[in-house]
Protein backbone atom coordinates (compact mmCIF):
# COMPACT_ATOMS: atom_id res chain seq x y z
CA UNK A 1 0.00 0.00 0.00
CA UNK A 2 1.66 3.20 -1.35
CA UNK A 3 2.61 5.57 1.66
CA UNK A 4 0.88 8.99 1.82
CA UNK A 5 3.82 11.53 0.03
CA UNK A 6 6.15 13.75 2.51
CA UNK A 7 8.50 16.53 2.14
CA UNK A 8 11.81 15.31 3.17
CA UNK A 9 11.18 17.41 6.45
CA UNK A 10 8.43 14.71 7.07
CA UNK A 11 5.68 17.33 6.11
CA UNK A 12 2.29 15.97 4.94
CA UNK A 13 2.09 16.75 0.98
CA UNK A 14 -1.44 16.82 -1.28
CA UNK A 15 -1.90 15.39 -5.02
CA UNK A 16 -3.03 18.52 -5.72
CA UNK A 17 -3.51 22.35 -4.01
CA UNK A 18 -6.50 24.14 -4.32
CA UNK A 19 -7.78 28.06 -2.41
CA UNK A 20 -9.90 26.30 0.00
CA UNK A 21 -5.86 24.73 1.39
CA UNK A 22 -4.99 28.34 1.51
CA UNK A 23 -8.32 29.75 3.33
CA UNK A 24 -7.02 30.14 6.80
CA UNK A 25 -4.03 31.82 5.99
CA UNK A 26 -3.21 34.77 7.45
CA UNK A 27 -1.96 37.20 4.45
CA UNK A 28 -0.41 40.01 6.15
CA UNK A 29 2.07 37.15 6.67
CA UNK A 30 2.95 36.80 3.39
CA UNK A 31 2.54 40.20 2.50
CA UNK A 32 4.50 42.13 -0.62
CA UNK A 33 8.30 41.86 -1.69
CA UNK A 34 10.33 43.96 0.55
CA UNK A 35 7.75 44.32 3.32
CA UNK A 36 7.22 42.90 6.43
CA UNK A 37 7.84 40.13 7.60
CA UNK A 38 9.48 39.73 4.64
CA UNK A 39 8.20 36.09 3.33
CA UNK A 40 8.50 37.23 0.03
CA UNK A 41 11.55 38.93 0.06
CA UNK A 42 13.79 41.45 1.83
CA UNK A 43 13.78 44.15 -0.88
CA UNK A 44 10.88 45.41 -2.96
CA UNK A 45 12.86 45.15 -6.10
CA UNK A 46 15.37 41.96 -5.58
CA UNK A 47 17.33 40.98 -8.87
CA UNK A 48 15.99 43.82 -10.29
CA UNK A 49 18.37 46.16 -7.78
CA UNK A 50 21.48 43.44 -8.57
CA UNK A 51 21.91 39.73 -8.89
CA UNK A 52 22.57 37.86 -6.02
CA UNK A 53 26.52 37.67 -5.40
CA UNK A 54 28.72 34.68 -6.78
CA UNK A 55 30.19 33.38 -3.91
CA UNK A 56 32.10 30.09 -5.11
CA UNK A 57 34.09 28.88 -2.25
CA UNK A 58 37.79 29.45 -2.87
CA UNK A 59 41.26 28.03 -1.15
CA UNK A 60 43.28 24.91 -1.27
CA UNK A 61 47.49 25.10 -1.01
CA UNK A 62 49.56 27.89 -0.05
CA UNK A 63 48.15 31.28 -0.33
CA UNK A 64 49.76 32.09 -3.62
CA UNK A 65 47.47 28.98 -5.03
CA UNK A 66 44.32 30.55 -3.57
CA UNK A 67 45.23 33.79 -5.15
CA UNK A 68 45.55 32.18 -8.31
CA UNK A 69 42.23 30.56 -8.46
CA UNK A 70 40.89 34.12 -6.80
CA UNK A 71 41.87 35.92 -10.01
CA UNK A 72 40.54 33.10 -12.40
CA UNK A 73 37.03 32.86 -11.11
CA UNK A 74 37.58 36.97 -11.35
CA UNK A 75 38.59 36.41 -14.39
CA UNK A 76 35.86 33.84 -15.61
CA UNK A 77 32.91 37.13 -14.09
CA UNK A 78 32.69 36.36 -10.32
CA UNK A 79 31.25 39.11 -8.83
CA UNK A 80 29.68 40.09 -5.37
CA UNK A 81 27.02 42.89 -5.15
CA UNK A 82 26.77 45.23 -7.39
CA UNK A 83 29.69 43.77 -9.21
CA UNK A 84 31.94 44.43 -6.61
CA UNK A 85 35.36 42.02 -5.71
CA UNK A 86 33.99 39.34 -3.63
CA UNK A 87 35.85 36.66 -2.13
CA UNK A 88 34.93 33.47 -0.02
CA UNK A 89 38.08 32.09 1.58
CA UNK A 90 37.92 28.66 2.96
CA UNK A 91 41.02 27.75 5.89
CA UNK A 92 42.74 24.39 5.72
CA UNK A 93 42.07 21.51 7.81
CA UNK A 94 45.10 21.95 10.03
CA UNK A 95 44.17 25.70 10.83
CA UNK A 96 40.42 24.56 11.74
CA UNK A 97 42.22 22.27 14.51
CA UNK A 98 43.96 25.44 15.70
CA UNK A 99 47.62 23.67 15.28
CA UNK A 100 50.09 25.36 12.76
CA UNK A 101 51.63 23.33 9.97
CA UNK A 102 54.65 21.72 11.31
CA UNK A 103 52.89 20.39 14.43
CA UNK A 104 53.02 16.45 14.25
CA UNK A 105 48.95 16.45 14.14
CA UNK A 106 48.73 18.57 10.52
CA UNK A 107 50.87 15.81 8.74
CA UNK A 108 48.95 15.23 5.69
CA UNK A 109 46.39 17.54 6.10
CA UNK A 110 48.28 21.41 5.09
CA UNK A 111 46.57 23.33 2.43
CA UNK A 112 44.15 20.55 2.27
CA UNK A 113 40.30 21.33 1.67
CA UNK A 114 41.45 25.05 2.55
CA UNK A 115 44.30 27.47 2.17
CA UNK A 116 47.42 27.47 4.71
CA UNK A 117 47.45 30.80 6.02
CA UNK A 118 48.41 30.73 9.62
CA UNK A 119 50.21 34.61 10.30
CA UNK A 120 50.09 37.91 9.12
CA UNK A 121 53.04 37.31 6.60
CA UNK A 122 50.57 34.87 5.01
CA UNK A 123 48.12 36.99 5.09
CA UNK A 124 50.48 39.15 2.59
CA UNK A 125 50.58 36.65 0.63
CA UNK A 126 46.93 36.47 0.07
CA UNK A 127 46.12 39.95 -0.43
CA UNK A 128 49.50 42.29 -1.03
CA UNK A 129 48.46 44.50 -4.23
CA UNK A 130 44.55 44.38 -3.29
CA UNK A 131 42.62 47.08 -2.31
CA UNK A 132 41.39 46.05 0.84
CA UNK A 133 38.52 48.70 1.75
CA UNK A 134 36.17 48.44 -1.59
CA UNK A 135 36.82 44.26 -1.18
CA UNK A 136 34.13 42.13 0.40
CA UNK A 137 36.34 38.70 2.26
CA UNK A 138 34.39 36.11 3.89
CA UNK A 139 36.84 34.19 6.38
CA UNK A 140 35.50 30.70 6.23
CA UNK A 141 37.33 29.17 10.11
CA UNK A 142 35.91 26.90 12.17
CA UNK A 143 36.66 28.09 15.81
CA UNK A 144 39.87 29.78 14.74
CA UNK A 145 38.10 32.87 14.46
CA UNK A 146 39.99 35.08 16.54
CA UNK A 147 43.12 34.55 15.46
CA UNK A 148 42.16 34.84 11.93
CA UNK A 149 40.12 38.29 12.08
CA UNK A 150 43.17 39.35 14.08
CA UNK A 151 45.68 38.36 11.63
CA UNK A 152 43.22 40.35 8.85
CA UNK A 153 42.69 43.47 11.15
CA UNK A 154 46.50 43.16 11.77
CA UNK A 155 47.70 42.69 8.17
CA UNK A 156 45.46 45.84 7.03
CA UNK A 157 47.05 47.96 9.75
CA UNK A 158 50.47 47.50 8.31
CA UNK A 159 49.10 48.82 5.25
CA UNK A 160 47.54 51.44 6.97
CA UNK A 161 43.87 50.34 6.32
CA UNK A 162 41.94 50.78 10.01
CA UNK A 163 39.58 48.02 10.57
CA UNK A 164 36.42 50.46 10.29
CA UNK A 165 37.26 50.70 6.83
CA UNK A 166 37.05 46.89 5.97
CA UNK A 167 34.45 45.01 4.85
CA UNK A 168 33.63 41.14 4.54
CA UNK A 169 32.15 38.48 7.10
CA UNK A 170 33.63 36.46 9.98
CA UNK A 171 31.72 33.05 10.39
CA UNK A 172 31.85 33.13 14.26
CA UNK A 173 29.83 29.74 14.31
CA UNK A 174 30.71 28.34 17.30
CA UNK A 175 27.29 26.86 17.80
CA UNK A 176 28.17 24.52 14.99
CA UNK A 177 29.51 22.03 18.10
CA UNK A 178 26.03 20.92 18.12
CA UNK A 179 25.93 18.95 15.10
CA UNK A 180 29.36 18.84 14.18
CA UNK A 181 31.52 15.73 14.89
CA UNK A 182 34.80 18.30 15.60
CA UNK A 183 36.53 19.09 18.55
CA UNK A 184 35.66 22.04 19.62
CA UNK A 185 35.29 25.08 22.42
CA UNK A 186 32.84 24.04 24.88
CA UNK A 187 29.34 25.42 24.23
CA UNK A 188 29.30 28.02 26.83
CA UNK A 189 33.11 29.15 25.83
CA UNK A 190 32.02 29.16 22.50
CA UNK A 191 29.03 31.19 22.82
CA UNK A 192 31.37 34.05 24.85
CA UNK A 193 33.60 33.92 22.12
CA UNK A 194 30.41 34.73 20.02
CA UNK A 195 29.16 37.75 21.89
CA UNK A 196 32.91 39.05 22.20
CA UNK A 197 33.61 39.14 18.58
CA UNK A 198 30.35 40.87 17.83
CA UNK A 199 30.44 43.41 21.08
CA UNK A 200 34.40 44.57 19.21
CA UNK A 201 32.93 44.61 15.59
CA UNK A 202 29.93 46.47 16.58
CA UNK A 203 32.03 49.54 18.07
CA UNK A 204 35.05 49.38 15.61
CA UNK A 205 34.00 47.91 12.40
CA UNK A 206 31.10 49.03 11.20
CA UNK A 207 30.33 46.87 7.80
CA UNK A 208 31.90 43.42 9.09
CA UNK A 209 29.23 41.36 9.53
CA UNK A 210 30.13 39.05 12.48
CA UNK A 211 28.15 36.01 12.15
CA UNK A 212 26.89 33.52 10.10
CA UNK A 213 23.86 31.08 10.93
CA UNK A 214 25.66 27.57 9.37
CA UNK A 215 22.45 25.66 9.30
CA UNK A 216 24.06 24.28 6.16
CA UNK A 217 26.57 22.28 7.87
CA UNK A 218 23.51 21.05 9.92
CA UNK A 219 21.27 19.90 7.27
CA UNK A 220 25.43 18.41 5.80
CA UNK A 221 25.25 16.84 8.54
CA UNK A 222 21.60 14.92 8.42
CA UNK A 223 19.01 17.35 9.56
CA UNK A 224 16.05 18.06 8.22
CA UNK A 225 14.69 21.55 6.65
CA UNK A 226 12.57 22.12 9.15
CA UNK A 227 15.42 21.06 12.23
CA UNK A 228 17.91 23.89 10.22
CA UNK A 229 15.55 26.57 9.94
CA UNK A 230 13.81 25.95 13.58
CA UNK A 231 17.46 25.72 15.25
CA UNK A 232 18.71 28.56 13.75
CA UNK A 233 15.93 30.77 14.79
CA UNK A 234 16.68 29.43 18.11
CA UNK A 235 20.71 30.18 18.59
CA UNK A 236 19.21 33.65 16.76
CA UNK A 237 17.08 34.21 19.70
CA UNK A 238 19.84 33.04 22.33
CA UNK A 239 22.66 35.32 20.74
CA UNK A 240 20.74 38.21 20.65
CA UNK A 241 19.39 37.64 24.24
CA UNK A 242 23.25 37.42 25.40
CA UNK A 243 24.50 40.65 22.97
CA UNK A 244 21.73 42.47 24.37
CA UNK A 245 22.90 41.11 28.39
CA UNK A 246 26.21 42.24 27.63
CA UNK A 247 25.19 45.87 26.30
CA UNK A 248 25.23 45.25 22.37
CA UNK A 249 22.32 47.31 21.29
CA UNK A 250 19.57 44.32 19.39
CA UNK A 251 19.47 46.42 15.73
CA UNK A 252 22.80 47.03 16.03
CA UNK A 253 24.01 43.13 16.16
CA UNK A 254 21.62 42.15 14.24
CA UNK A 255 22.30 44.57 11.14
CA UNK A 256 24.92 42.24 11.04
CA UNK A 257 24.45 38.92 11.26
CA UNK A 258 24.12 36.51 7.85
CA UNK A 259 23.20 32.80 7.43
CA UNK A 260 24.25 29.83 5.43
CA UNK A 261 21.50 27.67 3.89
CA UNK A 262 21.07 24.39 2.66
CA UNK A 263 19.67 23.83 -0.84
CA UNK A 264 18.69 20.38 -1.20
CA UNK A 265 17.17 18.13 -3.59
CA UNK A 266 13.55 18.37 -2.69
CA UNK A 267 13.14 21.57 -4.63
CA UNK A 268 10.01 23.31 -3.28
CA UNK A 269 10.99 22.79 0.32
CA UNK A 270 14.13 24.27 -0.05
CA UNK A 271 12.04 26.95 -1.17
CA UNK A 272 9.68 27.32 0.83
CA UNK A 273 12.35 26.50 4.17
CA UNK A 274 13.92 30.04 2.86
CA UNK A 275 10.89 32.07 2.73
CA UNK A 276 9.54 30.45 6.42
CA UNK A 277 12.84 31.48 7.83
CA UNK A 278 12.06 34.89 6.30
CA UNK A 279 8.94 35.39 8.26
CA UNK A 280 9.75 33.45 11.30
CA UNK A 281 13.08 35.12 12.37
CA UNK A 282 11.55 39.23 11.12
CA UNK A 283 8.48 38.09 13.37
CA UNK A 284 10.18 36.76 16.65
CA UNK A 285 12.91 39.42 16.39
CA UNK A 286 10.52 42.23 15.68
CA UNK A 287 8.26 40.77 18.57
CA UNK A 288 11.33 40.00 21.22
CA UNK A 289 13.53 42.40 20.94
CA UNK A 290 11.21 45.11 19.85
CA UNK A 291 13.28 45.88 16.63
CA UNK A 292 12.09 48.43 14.38
CA UNK A 293 14.93 48.72 11.36
CA UNK A 294 14.01 46.56 8.61
CA UNK A 295 18.38 45.33 8.39
CA UNK A 296 17.32 43.76 11.92
CA UNK A 297 14.74 41.93 10.81
CA UNK A 298 16.10 40.80 7.19
CA UNK A 299 17.43 36.81 6.94
CA UNK A 300 20.53 38.17 4.71
CA UNK A 301 21.20 34.26 3.14
CA UNK A 302 24.12 32.75 1.19
CA UNK A 303 22.97 29.55 -0.14
CA UNK A 304 24.98 26.73 -0.74
CA UNK A 305 23.82 24.31 -3.14
CA UNK A 306 24.02 20.45 -1.19
CA UNK A 307 27.54 18.94 -1.07
CA UNK A 308 26.10 15.62 1.12
CA UNK A 309 23.45 15.01 -1.88
CA UNK A 310 26.48 14.84 -4.25
CA UNK A 311 27.60 11.24 -5.46
CA UNK A 312 30.85 9.31 -6.63
CA UNK A 313 28.93 7.48 -8.58
CA UNK A 314 28.25 9.59 -12.05
CA UNK A 315 29.54 12.50 -10.88
CA UNK A 316 28.76 14.43 -14.24
CA UNK A 317 25.34 14.36 -12.93
CA UNK A 318 25.94 15.70 -10.13
CA UNK A 319 25.91 19.20 -12.54
CA UNK A 320 21.69 18.35 -12.92
CA UNK A 321 21.72 18.20 -8.81
CA UNK A 322 23.18 21.17 -8.32
CA UNK A 323 21.61 23.11 -10.95
CA UNK A 324 17.75 22.04 -9.70
CA UNK A 325 19.42 23.55 -6.21
CA UNK A 326 20.30 26.92 -7.58
CA UNK A 327 17.43 27.56 -9.32
CA UNK A 328 15.12 27.09 -6.12
CA UNK A 329 17.70 29.13 -4.57
CA UNK A 330 17.36 31.62 -6.89
CA UNK A 331 13.42 31.40 -6.96
CA UNK A 332 13.35 31.95 -3.43
CA UNK A 333 15.23 35.58 -3.50
CA UNK A 334 18.40 34.45 -1.90
CA UNK A 335 21.43 37.63 -1.65
CA UNK A 336 24.50 35.56 -2.40
CA UNK A 337 25.25 31.43 -3.76
CA UNK A 338 27.53 29.09 -3.84
CA UNK A 339 27.30 26.08 -5.74
CA UNK A 340 29.15 22.80 -5.09
CA UNK A 341 31.66 21.48 -7.75
CA UNK A 342 30.77 18.15 -9.63
CA UNK A 343 33.89 16.47 -8.58
CA UNK A 344 33.48 17.51 -4.72
CA UNK A 345 32.58 14.18 -4.20
CA UNK A 346 36.28 13.09 -4.69
CA UNK A 347 38.12 16.73 -3.85
CA UNK A 348 38.64 19.94 -4.48
CA UNK A 349 37.11 21.00 -7.89
CA UNK A 350 39.17 21.65 -10.68
CA UNK A 351 39.48 25.24 -12.19
CA UNK A 352 37.47 23.76 -14.88
CA UNK A 353 34.71 22.24 -12.46
CA UNK A 354 34.86 25.38 -10.66
CA UNK A 355 34.24 27.94 -13.42
CA UNK A 356 31.60 25.72 -14.20
CA UNK A 357 29.62 26.19 -10.72
CA UNK A 358 30.08 29.69 -11.40
CA UNK A 359 28.85 29.00 -15.42
CA UNK A 360 25.59 27.64 -13.25
CA UNK A 361 24.50 30.86 -11.78
CA UNK A 362 25.65 33.11 -14.71
CA UNK A 363 23.26 31.29 -17.33
CA UNK A 364 20.40 30.96 -14.62
CA UNK A 365 21.04 34.92 -14.08
CA UNK A 366 21.05 35.96 -18.08
CA UNK A 367 19.00 33.67 -19.71
CA UNK A 368 15.93 32.79 -17.53
CA UNK A 369 14.85 35.89 -16.84
CA UNK A 370 13.54 35.19 -13.79
CA UNK A 371 15.43 38.06 -11.87
CA UNK A 372 13.03 40.19 -13.63
CA UNK A 373 10.04 38.91 -10.68
CA UNK A 374 10.32 39.34 -7.26
CA UNK A 375 9.08 35.94 -5.64
CA UNK A 376 7.64 34.40 -8.80
CA UNK A 377 6.46 31.50 -7.27
CA UNK A 378 4.49 34.09 -5.00
CA UNK A 379 0.53 32.85 -4.62
CA UNK A 380 1.04 29.38 -5.28
CA UNK A 381 -2.03 27.28 -3.36
CA UNK A 382 0.48 24.85 -3.15
CA UNK A 383 3.82 26.89 -1.96
CA UNK A 384 2.26 29.08 0.27
CA UNK A 385 0.82 26.08 2.28
CA UNK A 386 4.37 24.70 2.65
CA UNK A 387 5.76 27.86 3.55
CA UNK A 388 3.35 28.31 6.11
CA UNK A 389 3.77 23.96 7.45
CA UNK A 390 7.72 25.26 7.32
CA UNK A 391 6.97 27.78 9.62
CA UNK A 392 4.55 26.15 12.12
CA UNK A 393 6.87 23.36 12.10
CA UNK A 394 10.25 25.44 12.99
CA UNK A 395 8.59 27.63 15.28
CA UNK A 396 7.71 23.86 16.97
CA UNK A 397 11.34 23.21 16.99
CA UNK A 398 12.21 26.45 18.45
CA UNK A 399 9.92 26.52 21.45
CA UNK A 400 10.81 23.23 22.38
CA UNK A 401 14.73 24.25 22.89
CA UNK A 402 13.61 27.14 24.88
CA UNK A 403 11.32 25.11 27.16
CA UNK A 404 14.93 23.09 27.68
CA UNK A 405 16.92 26.32 29.08
CA UNK A 406 18.11 27.94 25.05
CA UNK A 407 20.17 26.61 22.36
CA UNK A 408 23.82 25.96 24.46
CA UNK A 409 21.27 24.04 27.36
CA UNK A 410 20.00 21.94 24.59
CA UNK A 411 23.52 21.47 23.41
CA UNK A 412 25.05 20.39 26.48
CA UNK A 413 22.17 18.07 26.80
CA UNK A 414 22.78 16.47 23.62
CA UNK A 415 19.36 17.21 22.38
CA UNK A 416 20.48 18.88 19.22
CA UNK A 417 22.99 16.42 17.97
CA UNK A 418 20.65 13.39 18.75
CA UNK A 419 18.08 14.89 16.84
CA UNK A 420 20.08 15.75 13.55
CA UNK A 421 21.85 12.17 14.40
CA UNK A 422 18.20 10.61 14.11
CA UNK A 423 17.85 12.52 10.72
CA UNK A 424 20.80 11.12 9.55
CA UNK A 425 20.01 7.52 9.89
CA UNK A 426 16.48 7.65 8.80
CA UNK A 427 17.95 9.15 5.78
CA UNK A 428 20.62 7.03 5.28
CA UNK A 429 18.15 3.53 5.78
CA UNK A 430 15.83 5.01 3.24
CA UNK A 431 17.97 4.89 0.80
CA UNK A 432 19.45 1.75 1.72
CA UNK A 433 16.30 -0.31 1.23
CA UNK A 434 15.33 1.92 -1.69
CA UNK A 435 12.46 4.09 -0.44
CA UNK A 436 14.69 7.39 -1.20
CA UNK A 437 15.75 6.55 -4.81
CA UNK A 438 19.24 8.15 -5.48
CA UNK A 439 20.13 8.28 -9.28
CA UNK A 440 23.39 6.07 -9.88
CA UNK A 441 23.46 4.69 -6.42
CA UNK A 442 20.04 2.88 -5.98
CA UNK A 443 18.52 3.21 -8.90
CA UNK A 444 20.24 3.87 -12.87
CA UNK A 445 22.69 2.78 -11.98
CA UNK A 446 25.48 2.27 -14.87
CA UNK A 447 27.81 -0.94 -14.95
CA UNK A 448 31.31 1.26 -15.09
CA UNK A 449 32.20 3.78 -12.57
CA UNK A 450 34.54 6.67 -14.12
CA UNK A 451 36.32 9.25 -11.93
CA UNK A 452 36.32 12.64 -13.08
CA UNK A 453 40.04 13.98 -13.80
CA UNK A 454 40.67 14.75 -9.88
CA UNK A 455 42.49 17.81 -8.21
CA UNK A 456 45.47 17.21 -6.03
CA UNK A 457 47.24 20.14 -3.80
CA UNK A 458 51.14 19.65 -4.80
CA UNK A 459 53.20 17.80 -2.30
CA UNK A 460 55.80 20.43 -1.97
CA UNK A 461 52.83 22.63 -0.04
CA UNK A 462 53.45 21.13 3.41
CA UNK A 463 57.22 21.47 3.14
CA UNK A 464 57.01 25.10 2.13
CA UNK A 465 54.58 26.05 4.91
CA UNK A 466 56.48 24.07 7.91
CA UNK A 467 59.28 26.09 6.23
CA UNK A 468 57.90 29.07 6.16
CA UNK A 469 56.43 29.16 9.81
CA UNK A 470 59.79 28.37 11.64
CA UNK A 471 61.21 31.21 9.24
CA UNK A 472 58.60 33.29 10.20
CA UNK A 473 59.45 32.57 14.19
CA UNK A 474 62.97 33.03 14.42
CA UNK A 475 62.85 36.50 12.41
CA UNK A 476 59.79 38.17 14.58
CA UNK A 477 60.58 40.38 18.17
CA UNK A 478 60.79 37.99 20.57
CA UNK A 479 60.34 40.28 23.20
CA UNK A 480 57.41 41.61 21.50
CA UNK A 481 55.73 38.06 21.09
CA UNK A 482 56.44 37.51 24.31
CA UNK A 483 54.10 40.80 25.98
CA UNK A 484 51.53 40.35 23.80
CA UNK A 485 51.06 36.73 24.20
CA UNK A 486 50.70 37.57 28.03
CA UNK A 487 48.08 40.17 27.69
CA UNK A 488 46.38 37.69 25.56
CA UNK A 489 46.39 34.94 27.77
CA UNK A 490 45.19 37.18 30.89
CA UNK A 491 42.29 38.60 28.46
CA UNK A 492 41.39 34.90 27.37
CA UNK A 493 41.21 33.69 31.01
CA UNK A 494 39.18 36.59 32.16
CA UNK A 495 36.98 36.14 29.36
CA UNK A 496 36.70 32.40 30.33
CA UNK A 497 35.57 33.26 33.78
CA UNK A 498 33.21 36.39 33.35
CA UNK A 499 29.88 36.31 32.35
CA UNK A 500 27.88 37.10 29.79
CA UNK A 501 26.95 40.46 30.95
CA UNK A 502 30.85 40.95 31.90
CA UNK A 503 32.53 39.95 28.66
CA UNK A 504 34.65 42.80 27.66
CA UNK A 505 35.04 42.01 23.79
CA UNK A 506 36.53 45.05 22.86
CA UNK A 507 40.01 44.03 25.42
CA UNK A 508 39.61 40.38 23.77
CA UNK A 509 40.11 41.68 20.33
CA UNK A 510 42.51 44.56 20.58
CA UNK A 511 44.63 41.77 22.89
CA UNK A 512 44.58 39.31 19.92
CA UNK A 513 45.55 41.98 17.39
CA UNK A 514 48.69 42.75 19.38
CA UNK A 515 49.34 39.13 19.34
CA UNK A 516 48.96 39.27 15.73
CA UNK A 517 50.95 42.28 15.01
CA UNK A 518 53.65 40.69 17.45
CA UNK A 519 53.54 37.60 14.89
CA UNK A 520 51.63 35.09 16.49
CA UNK A 521 51.13 32.17 15.02
CA UNK A 522 47.34 30.66 14.18
CA UNK A 523 48.78 27.68 16.43
CA UNK A 524 50.54 29.75 19.23
CA UNK A 525 47.43 31.58 19.40
CA UNK A 526 44.46 28.83 19.42
CA UNK A 527 46.77 27.29 22.15
CA UNK A 528 45.93 29.92 24.62
CA UNK A 529 43.06 30.35 23.92
CA UNK A 530 42.09 26.07 24.30
CA UNK A 531 43.97 26.47 27.80
CA UNK A 532 42.24 29.26 28.96
CA UNK A 533 38.53 28.00 27.53
CA UNK A 534 39.11 24.19 27.99
CA UNK A 535 38.57 22.23 24.31
CA UNK A 536 36.37 19.59 24.05
CA UNK A 537 36.40 16.31 21.99
CA UNK A 538 33.21 15.71 20.06
CA UNK A 539 30.51 14.15 21.35
CA UNK A 540 31.90 15.17 25.32
CA UNK A 541 28.10 16.70 26.14
CA UNK A 542 26.21 15.68 28.93
CA UNK A 543 23.60 13.02 28.71
CA UNK A 544 25.16 11.61 25.75
Known amino acids: MATSP ?62 ERMASLANEGMAGY ?92 YHQSAFTGMSAFPPEQGHKLAVALIAYC ?73 RALRQIWATTMKERFDVTDPRAMHVRIHTH ?39 EAYAIPTKESAT ?20 P ?29 GYIAAQRKGWIRSQVEASAEEWREGVDDGRIRVVGVNCHVADERKEPELFAVDPEVERVAIERIQEHRRQRDAVRHETAMSAFKAAVEDLGKAKIRDIDGVRLLQAAIEAAQADATTGEMMAVMKKGLGWDAPYNYDGT
Open 202 to 274: SKYMPHWNTTNFVGYDLEESGGTAVQEAGMMLAYGIELVRSCVEAGVNAETALSRFGFQIAQGNDFFEGIAKI
Open 82 to 173: FGHTFYNLLYDLVSHEGLDPDDPAARGRVGQCGMAVYSVADMARLFDGMDLTTMNVVHITDYQVVPALAQYIAYAQRRGVKAEALRGNTMNY
Open 6 to 67: RTNSGLPLKSAYFPTDIEGLDFARIGAPGAYPYTRGNLAAQYQLMNWANQPVIGYGLPEHTR
Open 305 to 343: TSGAMLTAAQPLVNLVRTTLHAFGAALSGVQAMEVAAYD
Open 356 to 375: LTLRIQQVIQEETNITAVCD
Open 377 to 405: LGGSYFLEKLTNQMAEAALAVAKRIEEMG
